[in-house]
Nanobody
Framework: QVQLVESGGGLVQPGGSLRLSCVAS????????MGWYRQAPGKQRELVAV???????NYADSVKGRFTISTANAGNTIYLQMNSLKPEDTAVYYCKISKWSQDYWGQGTQVTVSS
């Protein structure tokens, strides 16, 4: 089955940067959109950024201007460039690839912003 393999998480100081990657283990065709979500302990999972197959993007207000989502390999690779990180960005980050009929989720990567 398809697996989305995430990498790039870790511990970073406030103001620092991280780049998350998400790679599909098997080629996915006819992708509609791709996104990054995050979930902090005790909180609901929230949308961070989304990009459509046509390249349109949308960001949560809390990350707008700091995070950038991009893709490669026809959406089978997804990146999230995170700059000017804040402690409130601490969460497990999940990538998602959506087709018309099915969603695929990564298993999450921990991002911790702390001094």
């Amino acid at each position: 089955q398809v697996q989305l393999v995430e990498s790039g998480g870790g511990l970073v100081q406030p103001g620092g940067s991280l780049r998350l990657s998400c790679v599909a283990s098997t080629r996915i065709f006819s992708i509609n959109n791709m996104g990054w979500y995050r979930q902090a302990p005790g909180k609901q999972r929230e949308l961070v950024a989304v990009i459509t197959s046509g390249g349109r993007t949308n960001y949560a207000d809390s990350v707008k201007g700091r995070f950038t989502i991009s893709t490669a390999n026809a959406g089978n690779t997804i990146y999230l460039q995170m700059n000017s990180l804040k402690p409130e960005d601490t969460a497990v980050y999940y990538c998602k690839i959506s087709k018309w009929s099915q969603d695929y989720w990564g298993q999450g990567t921990q991002v911790t912003v702390s001094s």
